[in-house]
């Protein structure tokens, strides 16, 4: 079974400091990973995704996340943050192998950005 | 290029009445899921259907039905709808249900069931 963890249900920020939000996961099996965003009142978007290959990956808005398999984290961050960044930040897995097509979020992390 | 629609916006309902949330896509995507989302609780899949004539359950199926009579259309069916189910719900779309596929969400139903 795999399961997502997102440390830190709210993290607030001030403009232009860095942007770090954490995320954990378990899987049996190498498993690819995604960030989505959501703004209020609209649906998820997506901002980046792990699958395989380097393990530095660059989203949208200046996102970008690494997956590190020793720690099992796939964190997210952003140089400097900007008041059009705060949203809900959801970080989900997809386990590779097998017939496994379903995505398992995490609980969301909230983050705002005071100016 | 409008992607995924859901219908209604929002809606208030008595508990026990019957109801129906729509989704359409039209990126001609094989996979859909339905997910509600609960504070604190993120995202969790209720149905899937992987291609058009097919369906599956997910993590949170009770007090859910759903069809797949084409590749658009996704309806979402609360049989007798109780407090509980009060969520807002998303629809979802992939092109396929592999692994790297990734899902594309519409707006969302914002449903209170009194």
């Known amino acids: 079974a795999q399961s997502v963890t997102q440390l830190g249900s709210h993290v607030s920020v001030s403009e232009g400091a860095l942007v770090l939000l954490r995320c954990n996961y378990s899987?049996?099996?190498?498993?690819?990973l995604f960030w989505y965003v959501q703004y209020p009142n609209q649906g998820l978007q997506l901002l980046l995704k792990?699958?395989?290959?380097?393990?530095l990956v660059k989203g949208i808005n200046g996102f970008e996340a690494e997956f590190k398999k020793s720690e099992t984290s796939f964190h997210l961050t952003k140089p400097s943050a900007h008041m059009s960044d705060a949203a809900e930040y959801f970080c989900?897995?997809?386990?590779?192998?097998?017939?496994?097509?379903?995505?398992?979020f995490g609980k969301g992390t909230l983050l705002t950005v005071n100016p | 290029i409008a992607g995924i629609t859901q219908a209604p916006t929002s809606q208030i309902l008595a508990a026990g009445r019957r109801m129906t949330l729509r989704c359409t896509q039209d990126?001609?995507?094989?996979?859909m899921y339905w997910y509600r989302q609960d504070l604190g609780l993120g995202l969790r899949l209720i149905h899937y259907?992987?291609?058009?004539?097919?369906?599956g359950k997910g993590e949170v199926p009770d007090g859910y039905s759903v069809s797949r009579a084409n590749t658009d259309d996704f309806p979402l069916t609360l049989a007798s709808a109780v407090p509980s189910q009060t969520s807002v719900y998303f629809c979802?779309?992939?092109?396929?249900?592999?692994?790297?596929?990734?899902?594309?969400f519409g707006p969302g139903t914002r449903l209170t069931v009194l």
């Open positions: 979802a779309s992939s092109r396929d249900s592999g692994r790297t596929d990734t899902q594309y």
């Open positions: 989900a897995v997809k386990e590779s192998g097998g017939s496994n097509y379903k995505l398992t």
């Open positions: 259907s992987n291609t058009a004539g097919t369906t």
């Open positions: 792990y699958t395989t290959g380097a393990t």
């Open positions: 990126m001609r995507h094989n996979a």
């Open positions: 899987s049996s099996v190498p498993p690819y």
